[in-house]
């Protein structure tokens, strides 16, 4: 089973990149709530349900990935620990305004985007709850550097539940600004956009990244 702390630490990785979710999803969550007068509470709960069932599916094929890369290797989870650990400093870097260098990583995700990107037009303009629930599960694959630190991370405990359980944690955590911003977008993104609140957010994810290198490294070995 997960380890609560692990679930804690996925809640965390998604409340702290908030400011990146609203940067990425918030327009689209807000024209959504606008759109739904009626039922805009519904609509956003929904639209976001979906957004986190696409990242708890992620969740379980990267958690198997890391299952069949440790039967392989043991060294390939060690290479995939550190490189979890990179991101997740990059993408502390990137929410903290001090460098951009994650962008990069997004851009190649731009390559699966290109081919989901016009499923999402025809549901754009529907009121329909299941073309919202679609409309989340298509939002949640894009390009995200904060969502790809987090799935690598996800990868390297080499297990598919525990990966659907940490991504769908992590999505719980993005739930609070993008459920706010569907319904009242502008408060929330003059809060989130605080310098000291990215600073904040950036050292905590640069702190955890900086945590993860250091529990594999062979420092036990160095005396």
Not at 47 to 63: D, K, P
Not at 68 to 77: A, D, K, P, T, V
Not at 197 to 203: I, K, T, Y
Request: some cysteine.
């Amino acid at each position: 089973m997960t380890e609560p702390l692990s679930l804690l630490t996925a809640v965390l990785l998604g409340l702290f990149g908030a400011s990146h979710c609203l940067v990425m999803c918030g327009g689209i969550a807000a024209s959504m709530g606008t759109r739904m007068q009626h039922h805009r509470w519904l609509g956003a709960l929904v639209f976001n349900g979906g957004r986190i069932t696409s990242y708890a599916m992620a969740g379980a094929l990267v958690g198997a990935l890391g299952l069949w890369l440790q039967s392989q290797h043991q060294g390939f989870m060690v290479a995939l620990r550190l490189f979890a650990g990179v991101l997740l400093i990059l993408m502390g870097l990137y929410i903290a305004r001090w460098a951009t260098w994650l962008t990069r990583l997004e851009q190649l995700g731009q390559h699966l985007w290109r081919h989901l990107q016009p499923l999402t037009k025809p549901l754009l303009g529907s009121h329909e709850l299941m073309d919202r629930w679609l409309l989340g599960m298509l939002w949640g694959w894009l390009p995200c550097g904060l969502i790809y630190s987090t799935l690598s991370w996800v990868a390297a405990n080499g297990n598919p539940v525990d990966g659907a359980a940490a991504m769908l944690a992590f999505g719980l955590g993005t739930l609070p600004a993008m459920f706010t911003s569907t319904l009242a977008a502008s408060a929330l993104i003059n809060l989130i956009s605080k310098q000291w609140v990215r600073s904040l957010s950036g050292l905590l994810l640069i702190a955890y990244g900086a945590w993860t290198i250091l529990g594999v490294l062979p420092l036990d070995n160095a005396h």
